[in-house]
């Protein structure tokens, strides 16, 4: 484990149970890959009546982003908030993210940066398959990175 939830709660702008993401396990300019494991969580802010719907992936995703552009963020200071502008070529590959035994694999890959917005490709995985992936267009507020 590269980095551990208690330092992914202190570079993004989720807390509690909101901060979905569990570990990185790598990242570098371009890319990064993180484990969660609240989907099986019954306290899952996003669970609606007991189940998580396959599409709050994409808050998962979101949260990767955030820690990509805050872990390659050139100042020490939190960067500000990020907000998805646009979402592209979603898919689903089934019904509820709640039924995966183990963990997710959440990837964001930054495909265009420049200073207040960015391009990414996402994906979630569970160990055989991709469960979700598209694009997204992520603005930064002031003080982004």
Not at 11 to 39: F, K, Q, Y
Not at 115 to 134: K, N
């Amino acid at each position: 484990m590269l980095i551990d939830l208690d330092r992914i709660a202190g570079l993004i702008p989720h807390s509690g149970t909101m901060c979905l993401l569990h570990s990185v396990e790598s990242w570098d300019n371009e890319r990064i890959a993180c484990l969660a494991t609240s989907h099986r969580s019954a306290d899952n802010p996003l669970r609606r009546d007991g189940r998580l719907g396959v599409a709050c992936g994409v808050e998962y995703a979101a949260q990767a982003m955030a820690l990509h552009a805050a872990l390659n963020a050139r100042s020490p200071d939190r960067p500000g908030r990020g907000y998805l502008a646009s979402l592209r070529s979603v898919t689903f590959a089934q019904a509820h993210l709640d039924t995966v035994p183990g963990f997710l694999v959440v990837k964001a890959a930054c495909l265009h940066r420049e200073t207040d917005r960015a391009i990414y490709d996402f994906a979630i995985r569970d160990h055989e398959r991709d469960l979700l992936q598209g694009r997204a267009v992520v603005v930064f507020g002031p003080g982004g990175p």
